[in-house]
């Protein structure tokens, strides 16, 4: 079945270094893929998106691009805040009739003044 | 800008007691999703609704569990018999029907506890 798999967490950077959190994904034919991003106490939050091959998503100063090829959507941002430090869920939706998004487990980052 | 809604934020219940989570969706959006997460693993699917009926529904969707639309507004889940298993935040999800419904809005969670 479809699944995603993300690096695991903790992530832990200082400010204004360079972010890369790895995504890949199992699916059959070509899902719609997001990131999403917790803050501390609040709720799921659409970060970006990307809804076919070579799409790049873009929010905040985040990037991911759709790679079909490596069934990846490596997140990226090149300057961290300490804003940013919050949990980053990647995630795929199928196209069709399939209601579910489905996500991986999370990465928890911390960034550090 | 508008927002998915969820009461309470926490609850703490008795092991086969029954509770209701409460969502108010974004109004205009037609299609209303519950996921859940257990504590340090993913999110998971529960359920979809859409036109007063159930679209979707997982695994984990057992006949414990209930969803309704009582009135223009409110979205409810309803877990009749809690088991210990069923402690996890509980989030609901709204989205606009067509090539829109692929990009879900998230409300904050509910954070369920079964003693």
């Known amino acids: 079945g479809n699944s995603v798999t993300q690096m695991e967490g903790p992530v832990t950077l200082s400010e204004e270094a360079f972010l890369t959190i790895n995504c890949t994904y199992t699916a059959t034919g070509y899902p719609s893929l997001f990131w999403y991003v917790q803050y501390p106490g609040e709720g799921l939050q659409l970060l970006l998106k990307?809804?076919?091959?070579?799409d790049k998503g873009s929010n905040k100063g985040f990037e991911a691009t759709y790679r079909k090829e490596t069934t990846s959507f490596h997140l990226e941002k090149g300057s961290v805040q300490v804003s940013d430090s919050a949990v980053y869920f990647c995630a795929l939706k199928s196209r069709g009739r399939d209601d579910k998004i489905i996500f991986g487990k999370g990465t928890r980052l911390h960034i550090l003044p | 800008e508008p927002e998915v809604t969820q009461t309470p934020s926490h609850q703490v219940t008795q092991m086969g007691q029954e509770v209701i989570l409460r969502c108010v969706p974004i109004?205009?959006?037609?299609?209303f999703y519950w996921y859940r997460q257990i504590l340090g693993q993913k999110v998971e699917f529960l359920v979809s609704?859409?036109?007063?009926?159930?679209?979707?529904k997982s695994e984990i969707f057992d006949d414990q569990f209930s969803v309704e639309r009582p009135d223009g507004s409110n979205f409810t889940l309803k877990i009749r018999s809690t088991k210990l298993e069923d402690s996890a935040m509980y989030f609901c999800a709204s989205s606009f029907s067509g090539q829109l419904r692929e990009t879900q809005y998230f409300g904050p969670g509910t954070r369920l506890l079964v003693l």
């Open positions: 109004s205009n959006h037609l299609y």
């Open positions: 609704f859409y036109n007063n009926e159930i679209s979707e």
């Open positions: 990307a809804t076919k091959a070579d």
